[in-house]
T-cell receptor, first 115, second 118 residues
Framework: AQKVTQAQTEISVVEKEDVTLDCVYE???????LFWYKQPPSGELVFLIR??????QNEISGRYSWNFQKSTSSFNFTITASQVVDSAVYFC????????????FGKGTMLLVSP | DTAVSQTPKYLVTQMGNDKSIKCEQN?????MYWYKQDSKKFLKIMFS???????INETVPNRFSPKSPDKAHLNLHINSLELGDSAVYFC?????????????????FGEGSWLTVV
């Protein structure tokens, strides 16, 4: 069975600080996909990134970066120079490859960025 | 254009009532889903349909009955609503094809439907 653990329930930072959201996953499959979604206070789920298990290259998109390490089964998310608009709940999710796979979500990390 | 749209966005209803949430996607995807987010923000799959056929039912009570009239629509009907059904229900779709291992693409979510049972 697959499992996603986001050990940080809530993180508070001040604007311009860097912050890392941790994600640890468990799966028996060798092929799988990892995701991050953002849920702002308005409630919608916003897709941020998808990585497959064969691509361990780190990715950077503006102030966002992701560190995927299969050796530690982690897919951590860093926001550089955080802004108030980054305040949201962030979900890490896992899907195993196959015909009818679905997302298994972590419990989410609430990020509060204060001015 | 909204890719995955759900109606209504907010719904307040009394215990025992029957209600439906509608979902439509204009992305041409084959697979649609219903996810439930509880009061602790935990998101969990409820159902998955592929080309109008039910493929995943995650031990959801029989009071919940999804209906897919065509592959662009997946509606959720709930009978005899209970207080514990209060949650946010997210519809989603993906281009995940049918049988066989294929590259998994992104799941696109609707904006959510806030259901409050009083």
């Amino acid at each position: 069975a697959q499992k996603v653990t986001q050990a940080q329930t809530e993180i508070s930072v001040v604007e311009k600080e860097d912050v890392t959201l941790d994600c640890v996953y468990e799966t028996r499959d060798t092929t799988y996909y990892l995701f991050w979604y953002k849920q702002p206070p308005s409630g919608e789920l916003v897709f941020l990134i998808r990585r497959n298990s064969f691509d361990e290259q780190n990715e950077i998109s503006g102030r966002y970066s992701w560190n995927f390490q299969k050796s530690t089964s982690s897919f951590n998310f860093t926001i550089t120079a955080s802004q108030v608009v980054d305040s949201a709940v962030y979900f890490c999710a896992l899907s195993e490859a196959g015909g009818y796979s679905t997302l298994t979500f972590g419990k989410g990390t609430m990020l509060l960025v204060s001015p | 254009d909204t890719a995955v749209s759900q109606t209504p966005k907010y719904l307040v209803t009394q215990m025992g009532n029957d209600k439906s949430i509608k979902c439509e996607q204009n992305l041409g995807h084959d697979t649609m889903y219903w996810y439930k987010q509880d009061s602790k923000k935990f998101l969990k799959i409820m159902f998955s349909y592929n080309n109008k056929e039910l493929i995943i039912n995650e031990t959801v009570p029989n009071r919940f009955s999804p209906k897919s009239p065509d592959k662009a629509h997946l509606n959720l009907h709930i009978n005899s609503l209970e207080l514990g059904d209060s949650a946010v229900y997210f519809c989603a779709s993906s281009p995940l094809p049918g049988q066989g291992a294929q590259l998994f693409d992104t799941i696109y979510f609707g904006e959510g439907s806030w259901l409050t049972v009083v």
